[in-house]
């Protein structure tokens, strides 16, 4: 594995310098902030109280979803709302902690909403915004907008493109999606000069692309092995191209269970356990080269609220920068 704790990552965002430094591991929480089981809608009952409460505690980042449509064979709603109004209004809400998305679908949206949008949370939230991007797998979503499903790589790459020229003053550039003729210009612009973009898993690109085109990655959990084989090979790709180092990061579900010695059995794409696995858990995908775990609480079987001091507590002082 390369070793990445003596580098540095690059200076975009006041989000971004928060939740990723090389060799170290930070912790976000992914909205909604509720568990809602199997249900795939939640009730989104104290939802601003509980983001203040987790920018208070010292998390470093919320998570929304961008689910256009609620398609009931994946079971899952998001938070229901659109992820740009509602990191509209956790930006007014929220005093510091980051505010991520993962993922914008960008081969369902034009890429100049996407990067006006983006740019004015950005503003807005004082360069609090983590955009991460995808090109989609419901393919239900796609019909009801006129899209096509099979070609959503090539927009997916165009619509990069075009985000990142949205950051140059009367841009110039000739795209599927627009032809930029440097007589406009789009406004605001990101605080650090781009938005952070981190691609997520493959978005039908080749490996060499994604490491080359992103801010960071962002993945899920694997086993150790295989999770380890996977942030060696992202980073080795950004080193061949001669890039500077880049994060890595992923999700993972839990349900903290009271006993903090609890020991830890499977649940959907993650584990309920006590605090003391989790902290095992998280010091070795720390080890491995993640740099920031995004949990979500959905399946928790306590009180969020408690559960989320109950990380700040026990947790939070050590997985933090």
Do not use: C
């Not at 902030?33 to 509980?50: D, K, M, Q, V, W």
């Not at 208070?56 to 079971?75: A, E, I, Q, T, Y």
């Not at 493109?161 to 949205?166: N, T």
């Not at 609480?297 to 009180?303: I, K």
């Amino acid at each position: 594995m390369l070793d990445d704790s003596t580098q540095s990552f690059p200076k975009i965002n006041a989000a971004y310098a928060r939740a990723f430094q090389p060799g170290k591991l930070t912790l976000g929480l992914v909205t909604p902030l509720e568990a809602h089981g199997n249900s795939p809608t939640p009730t989104l009952e104290r939802h601003i109280e509980r983001a203040q409460l987790a920018d208070d505690l010292g998390f470093s980042s919320l998570w929304l979803r961008d689910v256009p449509f609620n398609v009931p064979s994946f079971g899952d709603a998001g938070q229901t709302f659109d992820p740009f109004v509602y990191l509209g209004l956790l930006a007014g809400a929220t005093k510091t902690i980051g505010l991520g998305v993962a993922s914008v679908i960008l081969p369902l949206r034009h890429p100049a909403h996407v990067a006006k949008s983006a740019a004015s949370v950005d503003v807005l939230s004082g360069g609090r915004l983590l955009l991460g991007v995808a090109s989609g797998d419901r393919p239900e979503e796609y019909p009801a907008m006129n899209m096509d499903f099979d070609s959503r790589g090539e927009r997916f790459r165009d619509s990069v493109s075009y985000i990142r020229a949205m950051a140059d003053a009367y841009p110039r550039a000739q795209m599927e999606q627009g032809v930029l003729t440097g007589a406009a210009d789009m406004l605001p612009k990101p605080v650090g000069g781009r938005i952070p973009l981190l691609i997520t898993g493959g978005s039908r690109q080749h490996p060499d692309w994604v490491a080359q085109n992103s801010d960071g990655w962002i993945t899920y959990p694997r086993n150790p092995s295989a999770q380890g084989q996977v942030v060696s090979d992202y980073r080795a790709r950004i080193a061949n191209a001669g890039l500077p180092t880049k994060p890595v990061l992923q999700s993972l579900y839990v349900d903290v269970l009271p006993e903090a010695d609890a020991d830890p059995r499977p649940i959907h794409l993650g584990f309920a356990s006590g605090t003391t696995f989790l902290r095992q858990y998280l010091s070795e995908v720390r080890a491995l080269g993640i740099n920031h775990v995004a949990l979500n609480l959905r399946f928790n079987s306590a009180d969020v609220e408690d559960t989320m001091k109950r990380i700040a507590d026990d947790l939070l002082p050590e997985f933090s920068l």
